[in-house]
């Protein structure tokens, strides 16, 4: 099935969460190699590489809030209390929220860096919405990093919410979200 059902994750929703997740564990992975690496003369090329899977990312997020909007959003189990069913909605939405909040502040630290980091893969440029200022740009890369470790704490209390559904409450909630099974 393509299309979400109110049992399951639909193949589009399936594909997104998980090319978004790898990409946004490897980007932050990344990020923090970049920033730990000796300066050198090529950082500006891994940085340059980052912001173009960033801009990549945002579209993805941006198209995966679309097809979520127009699909039906799978029930939790019917045996969910009103607290977790708040807490999923919750942690869902801060996790699409610091998403495009770390990408944003990435982005505005693009373009008030200089060089900016626009020249998406040699294609052409992404239009910045951030004028060159040093004090600026280090303001929003400060901000980019806090915001990719907060990020990073909300997928891991992601992760530990899906471990709990699927070795505790044996729930099928992580299945849905591998598999077209429902059951």
Known sequence: MIRNTGNGWGSVS????????????????????????????DKFFYRSIHADIGYLILLLTVLRLVWRVINPTPAPPADS??????????????????????????WAHSGAHTPDYSDFFGLFHVP?????????????????????YVLLALIAVHFIAAL???????????????????G
């Open 128 to 148: 910045q919405f951030t004028s060159p200022d040093k004090a600026a740009a280090d303001a929003y890369e400060d901000r980019h990093i806090l915001f990719a």
């Open 14 to 41: 399936r594909w997104l969460h998980w090319i978004l997740a790898l990409a946004i564990l490897g980007m932050i992975g990344f990020g923090w190699w970049m920033n730990h690496i000796p300066a050198r003369a």
């Open 81 to 106: 209390l009103p607290w977790q069913k708040l807490a999923a909605r919750i942690s869902h939405g801060a996790l699409y929220l610091a998403v495009i909040v770390v990408i944003m502040l990435g």
């Open 164 to 182: 709990w559904h699927h070795f505790i409450r044996r729930d099928r909630v992580v299945a849905r979200m591998v598999t077209d099974e429902v």
